[in-house]
């Protein structure tokens, strides 16, 4: 596509930088700020530009990896049990409330000291993963 | 012992502070509002002049200059000169809500701690307050104006507190009446204090933790739009490992005691105000201490953290057991430590997102940008919980 979207980021930056910004009286500071966000946040887009889909796509299969290991392990009472049925449901269906679903799994109030144990290191090795890829897509925010 | 010793109650099942409980359910009334209208600084100078004829009772009232303020993911401020005929000309603070912010905190709770803290420690001094926002347009409160800095002026932090690095002699400085501060908070006596809106965690010795965890969970739970396994995962270590408070260890949190949230002058090195009253309530103080330390707003020299950029860990727990005589428990700060992250987890990750997709903020750009610090904090907690796996 003719401009690229990369185009159009660059020249929003330059307009912002160049024209815009110098333009806003320096006292200011809220207007400033907010317009020194803006050329942030359109440069951390021009990087990550083209990336979103592909990042999203290993996000969902690592959390899928967990979730399936959590319904092989989950033992509880009855709320685990009807939870770690939603789990199924939601694997099966590929659902965007795949996330929420884990997290009640982990969160439920009748699991098994077992299931806790087995639970933790699987969902710290895929929050690790999950954090670094995160702070990596963020990183030009500065944090 | 007045109201403070009032009953917990149970919202939905959970047990939290009463106030906080009411200020939790208020705040998912305001979800279903239209966008937030930011006003225009005439609007602003149009509905101060109202109030104060019609409120603050002031003859002829004028405001001048009157100026936005940059920072505050929360809060709307202005800065401008308020004089009248029966009213020494004073330069004064309006702090207004937006209809949503960072985080859901209530102006009546700000000022009584403000009331509560004039006489302890320097803070903005609460003129007038307009806690239903019938009259300002929004909750707010009016303070006096306190110069000063957040960090150095020089400084290429993006965000007030965030990393801040001081010179030696600046550090030494202020890190004296830091920690000289955060004691004189934590000994204030809230027995003693009559004040309706704050009620203390006395049913059992884990309620002061538990309340913290409850009323951050129920942040979490409400505000996220999606899952984060290790959110749960900490909410469930956090509720197997509520640690005890005993009632000599209670005390008034300040709840976001750290570099940034102190205002402090360039010349004199003298603190000038503490911030950002808005978290106050009666806990552990170890919550106070685990906060200052937490990493973002430290830094980290020759291997060693330094608290909120200003001191060594292990000094700034030795000094404040020394003045205090409160023994710090490792495993109560650990514990503090991932609670501190959780809730800076909800902040970013939930709670700013939320106000800034529903553009309920004055400055919705910086709640998006706020929010990815959310991944920082995530990657710290994750840390913290394995280093408690593996002891």
Request: one cysteine or more; a negative charge.
């Amino acid at each position: 596509m003719i401009p690229s979207a990369e185009l159009r980021l660059n020249t929003m930056v330059r307009a912002m930088t160049e024209s815009i910004l110098p333009a806003i009286d320096p006292e200011n500071s809220l207007v400033q700020e907010q317009a020194r966000l803006m050329i942030g946040h359109l440069q951390a887009l021009l990087q990550q530009h083209g990336r979103e889909a592909e990042i999203n796509q290993q996000e969902y299969q690592d959390l899928t990896q967990l979730a399936i290991f959590l319904t092989s392990v989950a033992d509880g009472g009855e709320y685990t049990k009807t939870t770690r049925n939603e789990l199924m449901q939601a694997l099966d269906s590929q659902s965007a409330s795949l996330s929420l679903v884990i997290e009640k799994l982990i969160t439920a109030p009748d699991a098994t000291t077992e299931f806790k144990k087995s639970a933790w290191q699987p969902i710290m090795d895929y929050s690790e993963k999950s954090n670094a890829r995160g702070r990596d897509w963020f990183k030009v925010m500065g944090f | 012992m007045g109201s403070v010793m009032a009953d917990s109650v149970i919202l939905n099942n959970v047990d939290l502070e009463p106030e906080i409980a009411t200020l939790l359910a208020g705040s998912l009334r305001l979800r279903h509002k239209p966008s937030y209208k930011i006003k225009t600084l005439q609007e602003v100078e149009t509905l101060l002049l109202a109030f104060m004829e019609n409120e603050a009772l002031l003859k002829s009232p004028s405001v001048k200059n009157l100026k936005r303020l940059g920072g505050g993911a929360s809060k709307e401020q202005f800065v401008f000169d308020l004089c009248a005929t029966n009213f020494s000309p004073q330069r004064c603070v309006l702090r207004m809500d937006p209809l949503e912010g960072a985080i859901v905190t209530s102006r009546k709770r700000e000022v009584a701690a403000l009331e509560i803290m004039t006489s302890v420690v320097p803070v903005p001094k609460p003129l007038w307050s307009d806690f239903v926002g019938d009259k300002l347009g929004q909750p707010a409160m009016i303070t006096n104006f306190v110069p000063g800095v957040t960090k150095p002026t020089n400084s290429d932090s993006n965000v007030s507190g965030f990393g801040t690095a001081f010179d030696k002699t600046t550090r030494e400085h202020l890190s004296e009446t830091f920690m000289r501060y955060l004691v004189a908070i934590h000994s204030v006596d809230w027995r003693t204090i009559n004040h309706d809106c704050f009620q203390a965690p006395v049913a059992d010795p884990q309620q002061a933790a538990r309340w913290q965890v409850n009323w951050w969970t129920t942040v979490w739970h409400n505000d996220k739009s999606q899952g984060l396994p290790l959110m749960a995962l900490a909410e469930q270590w956090m509720r197997d490992n509520l640690p005890d408070t005993s009632g000599e260890n209670l005390v008034f949190v300040h709840s976001d005691y750290r570099t940034g949230n102190y205002l402090y002058d360039e010349q004199s090195l003298e603190i000038t105000s503490i911030l950002d009253w808005e978290l106050v309530h009666i806990g552990d103080f170890h919550e106070d201490l685990a906060w200052a330390a937490i990493e973002t707003w430290s830094t980290v020299e020759n291997g060693m953290l330094m608290v909120s950029g200003l001191i060594p860990i292990d000094e700034f727990c030795q000094l404040y057991t020394e003045t205090t005589g409160r023994k710090i428990n490792r495993k109560t700060l650990h514990f503090y430590q991932v609670l501190g992250l959780y809730k800076s987890v909800a902040v970013c990750l939930a709670t700013s997102i939320n106000a800034a997709r529903r553009s309920h903020n004055h400055q919705d750009i910086l709640l998006s940008w706020l929010a990815t610090a959310g991944y920082k904090f995530l990657s710290d907690m994750r840390i913290l919980l394995e280093q408690e796996r593996n002891k």
